[in-house]
T-cell receptor
Framework: GAVVSQHPSWVICKSGTSVKIECRSL??????MFWYRQFPKQSLMLMAT?????????EQGVEKDKFLINHASLTLSTLTVTSAHPEDSSFYIC?????????????FGPGTRLTVL | AQTVTQSQPEMSVQEAETVTLSCTYD???????LFWYKQPPSRQMILVIR??????QNATENRFSVNFQKAAKSFSLKISDSQLGDTAMYFC?????????????FGRGTQLTVWP
């Protein structure tokens, strides 16, 4: 089946540093990838939609200069949290859409837990 | 924008019993998909079941089945013979089939606990 990986699975960083999270579709091509943020016991909040070769589309209220998204290939999208602060601590999940799939289904990565000290 | 509502923040059920999770949605579209996702403590999102809006027959996957009422915009999930491993957060989600981006709209989730 379709597999999406995320790296790292968890990261701890100091306030003011930048952190990059990678999202890869391992066995299918994904022209569209999605980045979500999830707080404990809450739903997934869509941050941005990334399309291969073009600029990401950010949801209202999401700072595009803080959360940099790059989708350079059909199998890789990255989220960089710039100048991270404690309030950026959260669980970040990516998903990839299999354009060849019948249902336009999204496949989810295992998530990355970010803790900013 | 489409909205998905799950009115039960928490539910519990005894092992081997049956439980039904509720979901309603609002859309003006006629061609869409509905999904139930499971998020166990590992936090990996797992697709449980999908329903195509143009199909009248309710989808089933082993112990999981849905009651899809298109006119009422209702999409409930029934879990039969509940198992301890079913303990998870369950999210109902909507996808407009005509959407070029394929964005999913999620409900707030229902935390299901299965106890022995």
């Amino acid at each position: 089946g379709a597999v999406v990986s995320q790296h790292p699975s968890w990261v701890i960083c100091k306030s003011g540093t930048s952190v990059k999270i990678e999202c890869r579709s391992l066995d299918f091509q994904a022209t569209t990838m999605f980045w979500y943020r999830q707080f404990p016991k809450q739903s997934l909040m869509l941050m941005a939609t990334s399309n291969e070769g073009s600029k990401a589309t950010y949801e209202q209220g999401v700072e595009k200069d803080k959360f940099l998204i790059n989708h350079a290939s059909l199998t890789l999208s990255t989220l960089t949290v710039t100048s991270a602060h404690p309030e950026d601590s959260s669980f970040y999940i990516c998903s990839a859409r299999d354009v060849a799939g019948v249902y336009n289904e999204q496949f989810f990565g295992p998530g990355t837990r970010l803790t900013v000290l | 924008a489409q909205t998905v509502t799950q009115s039960q923040p928490e539910m519990s059920v005894q092992e081997a019993e049956t439980v039904t999770l509720s979901c309603t949605y609002d859309t003006s579209e006629s061609n869409y998909y509905l999904f139930w996702y499971k998020q166990p403590p590992s936090r990996q999102m797992i697709l449980v079941i999908r329903q195509e809006a143009y199909k009248q027959q309710n989808a089933t996957e082993n112990r999981f089945s849905v009651n899809f009422q298109k006119a009422a915009k209702s999409f409930s999930l029934k879990i039969s013979d509940s198992q301890l491993g079913d303990t998870a957060m369950y999210f109902c989600a909507y996808l407009d089939r005509g959407s070029t981006l394929g964005r999913l709209y999620f409900g707030r989730g229902t935390q299901l606990t299965v106890w022995p």
